[in-house]
Nanobody, 121 residues
Framework: QVQLVESGGGLVQPGGSLRLSCVVS????????MGWHRQAPGKQRELVAT???????NYAESVKGRFTISRDNAKNTVYLQMNSLKPEDTAVYYC???????????????WGQGAQVTVSS
C-alpha cells in the first residue's frame, strides 16, 4: 500500500515561517505530480501549489511570492516552505501525489492525513 505522511505543522505568529514535509512511502513505481491543498474552517478545499516531476511549479495567487514548493525525487518527498504567514493562511494542509503503485497500470491520487497550521498572535 501507498501512504503519504505529513509533518511540520504547528502554531506560528503572523510574519513567521513554517516548513511542511510529506513523504510518499510503500510499493511505488513512480511518483508524478505532487502538491498541497488547504481547507480553512467553513471553506472549500483549495489548491495551494503543485510541482511536476520535472520541477515545474504552480501557485495560488494568494500565496505567490510567500510560499515555495519543492521536491526531492530520490526521497519521494515534497516540501512547502511558508514565509510571511498571515492569519488567513490558517487551515489544515493536505499533501497530494499522483502515484503509480508497483505493478499497477493506472495512476492513483493519494492524500496525506493533514497538518494543522495556525497563524495567530
Amino acid at each position: 500500500q501507498v501512504q503519504l505522511v505529513e509533518s511540520g505543522g504547528g502554531l506560528v505568529q503572523p510574519g513567521g515561517s513554517l516548513r511542511l514535509s510529506c513523504v510518499v512511502s510503500g510499493s511505488i513505481f513512480k511518483v508524478n505530480t505532487m502538491g498541497w491543498h488547504r481547507q480553512a474552517p467553513g471553506k472549500q478545499r483549495e489548491l495551494v501549489a503543485t510541482i511536476t516531476n520535472g520541477g515545474s511549479t504552480n501557485y495560488a495567487e494568494s500565496v505567490k511570492g510567500r510560499f515555495t514548493i519543492s521536491r526531492d525525487n530520490a526521497k519521494n518527498t515534497v516540501y512547502l516552505q511558508m514565509n510571511s504567514l498571515k492569519p488567513e493562511d490558517t487551515a489544515v494542509y493536505y499533501c497530494n501525489a499522483l502515484v503509480f503503485p508497483s505493478g499497477w497500470a493506472m495512476p492513483r491520487d493519494y492524500w496525506g492525513q493533514g497538518a494543522q497550521v495556525t497563524v495567530s498572535s
